[in-house]
T-cell receptor, first 113, second 114 residues
Framework: EPEVTQTPSHQVTQMGQEVILRCVPISNHLYFYWYRQILGQKVEFLVS????????KSEIFDDQFSVERPDGSNFTLKIRSTKLEDSAMYFCASRGQGEVEAFFGQGTRLTVV | GQNIDQPTEMTATEGAIVQINCTYQ??????LFWYQQHAGEAPTFLSYNVLDGLEEKGRFSSFLSRSKGYSYLLLKELQMKDSASYLC???????????????FGGGTRVLVKP
């Protein structure tokens, strides 16, 4: 069964460092998303991406965040200068054209120290 | 904006039935989803309602009333493996190219006891 894959599963980084979280969405999916979940809190929308551009972003997704689809398979989330409060589980999701369900990856646990 | 409320925690006995309620206020509505999430894992899709009424899928059923801004997830014949968080999420309208983000409630942690 096709699945969304994310790497790494866990990343520890020092405050102020840049991190790149990687995702390989399900092939032939067209809509891509990043969500995050701070420990013990709800899943929060960060950004949606379609046709090589951001279609919607939340207040969380400020200038420190960026997304890219560098090739036909990867979808990345970059945080330029990490803060302690960026520590969370980051989920990538993708959805096919005309489909209802968004499929989530297993997540990357980001710990900023 | 979106506001989604669901109970924080519920406890039930193996073999029993549990109903998890969700109420929402949204500026745009394009469907309501229920996801299951085990601790430390990704949400997995359970059900989707966009029209009023009941959708049944094996041991899980989901109901929607758009006029009341209300949904419930019904879990029947509970098994120990059903212990997890259940997330209610509303898909909005808007954004370019119908990006249709999901807005999640805080989740209901269900504990199934023997």
């Amino acid at each position: 069964e096709p699945e969304v894959t994310q790497t790494p599963s866990h990343q520890v980084t020092q405050m102020g460092q840049e991190v790149i979280l990687r995702c390989v969405p399900i092939s032939n999916h067209l809509y891509f998303y990043w969500y995050r979940q701070i420990l013990g809190q709800k899943v929060e929308f960060l950004v949606s991406f379609y046709n090589n551009e951001i279609s919607e972003k939340s207040e969380i997704f400020d200038d420190q965040f960026s997304v890219e689809r560098p090739d036909g398979s990867n979808f990345t989330l970059k945080i330029r200068s990490t803060k302690l409060e960026d520590s969370a589980m980051y989920f990538c999701a993708s959805r096919g054209q005309g489909e209802v369900e968004a499929f989530f990856g297993q997540g990357t646990r980001l710990t900023v120290v | 904006g979106q506001n989604i409320d669901q109970p924080t925690e519920m406890t039930a006995t193996e073999g029993a039935i549990v109903q998890i309620n969700c109420t929402y206020q949204t500026s745009g509505f394009n469907g309501l989803f229920w996801y299951q999430q085990h601790a430390g894992e990704a949400p997995t899709f359970l059900s989707y309602n966009v029209l009023d009424g009941l959708e049944e899928k094996g041991r899980f059923s989901s109901f929607l009333s758009r006029s009341k801004g209300y949904s419930y997830l019904l879990l029947k014949e509970l098994q120990m493996k059903d212990s997890a968080s259940y997330l209610c999420a509303v898909r909005g309208r808007g954004g370019k190219a119908a990006g249709n983000k999901l807005t999640f409630g805080g989740g209901t942690r269900v504990l199934v006891k023997p």
